[in-house]
Nanobody, 114 residues
Framework: QVQFVESGGGLVQPGGSLRLSCAASGIIFRFYHMAWYRQAPGKQRELVARITRASSTTYTDSVKGRFTISRDNAKSTVSLEMNDLKPEDTAVYYC????????WGQGTQVTVSS
């Protein structure tokens, strides 16, 4: 059974920081490119950051320079360090493979508000 368990979200003021973590199981983690996605209310889910099997990273333009994705193959985890958060970063954040595995975790809510 493939599972993704996201954690680390919360309420933060603009300019603040959060670190999200995702624990994956049921897959041979080191073989997968991994990504963080987010979905804001009334909007489609979007890919925010991607890390390849070889740990090359790419980011959507709106988070470049502020977010950092990383992975730990020994622990089957992928993390997202988020700095200088903005209200438009408010969303539920999910991790998954890229391409998608077809399985989704419950996500973790990030709310940026003063």
């Amino acid at each position: 059974q493939v599972q993704f368990v996201e954690s680390g979200g919360g309420l933060v003021q603009p300019g603040g920081s959060l670190r999200l973590s995702c624990a994956a199981s049921g897959i041979i983690f080191r073989f997968y490119h991994m990504a963080w996605y987010r979905q804001a209310p009334g909007k489609q889910r979007e890919l925010v950051a991607r890390i390849t099997r070889a740990s090359s990273t790419t980011y959507t333009d709106s988070v470049k320079g502020r977010f950092t994705i990383s992975r730990d193959n020994a622990k089957s985890t992928v993390s997202l360090e988020m700095n200088d958060l903005k209200p438009e970063d408010t969303a539920v954040y999910y991790c998954n493979g890229d391409p998608l595995t077809g399985y989704w975790g419950q996500g973790t809510q990030v709310t940026v508000s003063s």
